[in-house]
């Protein structure tokens, strides 16, 4: 079979080559899928990199942090042949081999059945990223958060969880502002339904106060750091953030007033080890909530050939929506 293989030279560095292995070779595992689609995530760019950005471990590996497919056999009861699939999380991809290979062998305790709804492909347009963005949405809903409350801001909008993030919320009635960096982004943002566009410098403004204006009736974070510590300040009384990303740093250099005087609250969001309950819930609300429609405006195709170019594009921000890589 067809797969992106991870080797580490002798001066310790890794390279990523198309070749064809043996089925054998795939790690343990009770449920083999037949891989039809996988993605490109910022995590994917790191385990593509040299080094393997610090989440690779063993070489050889195969890369992809998510797939969807068929499953081909199954020692375990709740799959058959013929269903269909989709995987995110639990480390694949960087502990264990991943998407990027035509087939993959994984625990059955690791898989979600495909929502009603969705192609394989749509569910990889959605991917990681979007399952992500959707878990985000759903702990700022069950914090309260309503379209009646006021705006929420997205940071990092034209990122992959970003731009799905701000697509689900505009569907659902909110008001999105959507921050970026690239003025160039505004029309693709506002095409997903962002009513406003924020400079990433207005947000990143040093401002020596804890507390500025409530602006905000949430937010969804894809950023951190110094941009995270801002945005609490600007919260209205008992709004939350979903924090999702830490491009600009796990440093988060911020005040307890926002938390005291304002009750705002911190949510941090791991897709990777979500209970069977929380990813069936999250991957049905994206079959319902997602305007599909809108998949495609956000979505670029890529093979296996096309990784190791796009995975160093991505670590430069230079990778806009959702890549959905055909296997």
Known sequence: MRALVMEQGSDGLAAAHVKDIDEGMLPAGDVTVKVEYSTLNYKDGLCLSPKGGGLVRNYPHVPGIDFAGIVETSKDARYAPGDKVVLTGWRVGEMHWGGYAEKARVSADWLVPLPHGLTTRQAMAVGTAGFTAMLAVLALEDHGLTPDKGPV?????AGGVGSVATAILANLGYEVAGVTGRPEQAEYLKS???SQIVARGDINEVVKRPLEAETWAGCIDAVGGEMLARILGQLKYGGSVASIGLAGGANLPASVIP????????????????????RQRAWARVATDLPLDKLDSMTVSATLDDLPKLGADILQGGVKGRVVVEI
């Open 153 to 157: 801001l997205v940071t990092g909008a």
């Open 192 to 194: 997903l339904g962002a």
């Open 259 to 278: 938390f005291l005087l304002r009750g705002v609250n911190l949510l941090g969001i791991d897709s990777v080890m979500q209970p069977f309950e929380n």
